[in-house]
């Protein structure tokens, strides 16, 4: 038997699974090598969101408004690994494989969501994601714990977001082996605009 603490909440977990029962932060052993496909949203203009608003009624969409991503991510088999300011870091692949499908219900839910009236602010989202084989170890601050995620794509993910525009999906890496041929078309047809990105530069687009 191989019992430890959890390093987000210090329940005491049993490593041969993959979460942890209490929290459900991802367990890993010593440093793991997966494919994951990461994917992060960050609001638009969120600076000047912040200056036209009251701090206190700020705090309170904005609660809201992560809780209701989170719960839509997990639902659809995202496991939501950190907040970064305004943006969120969602991590598919994780327990189990990661299956395009739960994807496209995670973007249906999200663009409902942005949609409905749930929130006073209407929040405006750039979106980009990427696939490959990374290094993950759990780091712990004190604060927080998150897992951090090691690999080249994962620094092209920084690099390419400042490209991203609202209502585009970027999508960097081995992605054309993950999703189906026609995928990317038929997102189109139902009002998503697409991006692939190669390391040659931009190509794809609707
Ligand atoms: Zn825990």
Redesign the pocket.
């Known amino acids: 038997m191989s019992y430890e603490s ?1 390093i ?4 005491e ?1 049993d490593k041969r699974g993959n979460f ?1 029962q ?4 991802y367990i890993v052993k010593d440093f793991s090598e997966k494919e994951l496909f990461v994917y992060r949203m960050d609001i638009i203009g969120f600076t000047e969101i912040t200056q036209k608003i009251d701090v206190f009624d700020l705090k309170t969409e904005l609660s809201l408004f992560f809780s209701n991503l989170r719960n839509i991510s997990e639902k659809n088999g995202g496991y939501v690994n950190q907040y970064i300011g305004d943006e969120i870091e969602i991590i598919w692949g994780l327990g189990k494989s990661f299956d395009y499908r739960e994807f496209l219900d995670f973007l249906k839910e999200i663009d409902e969501f942005l949609k409905s009236e749930v929130l006073r602010i209407k929040f405006r989202m750039r979106m980009f994601g990427g696939y490959g084989k990374m290094v993950i170890c759990p780091v712990h601050t004190g604060i927080k714990a998150y897992l951090m995620l090691v690999s080249d794509f994962i620094n092209e993910l920084n690099e390419i977001k400042t490209i991203a525009k609202e209502n585009e999906i970027l999508l960097l890496g081995d992605v054309e082996s993950i999703f189906p041929a026609n995928f990317i078309e038929k997102r189109i047809e139902e009002g998503f605009t697409f991006f692939l990105l190669k390391r040659e530069g931009l190509y794809g687009a609707n």
């Open positions: 959890c987000r909440c210090g329940y977990i942890c209490n929290c459900g932060f």
